[in-house]
């Protein structure tokens, strides 16, 4: 529980860094761009798509009729907009989470490295590459748990634990990862994690709750279209922060974690050592030969 407190306050003090505040801007111009390019080209194709999806289904008619028989019509025009940014919002969490560990991760592991852990070994355990690769498989899996307990979000208690705990899996995952890729070996790794994976998961779903503080900035948008043009670089820039703030939590705590360990082993180490240095040596084997008997018993005389 320290070492969990102690981690979010320093990630927390962290942010207000002014290398944190720049490194942030990078990953925000390019998902406001994207957003705003895919906003662009694919908006109104998007909620025409919605819209022929919904009057698919004769129960909706029905709804939308006796919502404007209650005067309630101007609801559908809400809606179909909300629905649009409800679908797109995990990708550009996604997107927002994996352009922060790609290109701030490792510049904020520097920072907290050189600020705190500057005699600490760097072993090298996993390199872009390997970041790359398990971060795709983690989204994947990730994906795949979300789509397949959609159906259980109809149990209300669930709808609110489950999607936070598979996107705070995923974090934990991808931001523990890359904040031991180069200071830990795969076996130290391999050990961090399962010694601290409760804690690790746990600092993954309070960061997916964060992360759903920019669902009220669409929420102010919901009415008016438009305003989502404003409130896209205002939620992704929401978004870029919680995963740096993430990023930060992940890489104090995994590198605090990580020297813990090795002075763990280090003192087994040594008390190993000191072991074998005290122990009482073998007892020399003092039996003597029978034709020395005499001459011994003759010295013994002398």
Known sequence: MHLFLDSFWR??????????????????????????????????????????????????????????????????????????????????????????AWLMTPALVGLVAQKRFHTLETKRGGGFAASLLWSLVSTVLAAVAMLLSVPLWLVPPLILVLPPLIWGWLTYRVMAFDALAQHASPAERKALFQQHGNWLLLMGVVCGYLGAAPNLVWAMGAGFAPAFVLLVPVAIWIYTLVFAFASLWFAHYCLAALQGLRAADARTTTTNDTTVVTESPVPLNMTTDPQDAPALAWKDGQ
């Open 11 to 100: 990630a927390a003090a962290y942010c207000a860094h002014p290398r944190v505040i720049v490194l942030s801007l990078l990953p925000l111009l390019l998902m406001v761009g994207l957003s705003l390019g895919v906003g662009y080209f694919y908006w109104e194709s998007a909620q025409d798509l919605v819209r022929s999806w919904m009057d698919a289904f004769p129960y909706i008619n029905m709804v939308w009729q006796w919502l404007e028989g209650v005067g309630a019509g101007q609801l559908k025009s809400v809606l179909v907009p909300l629905l649009v940014v409800m679908g797109v919002t995990p990708l550009i969490v996604v997107l927002s989470m994996l352009t922060v």
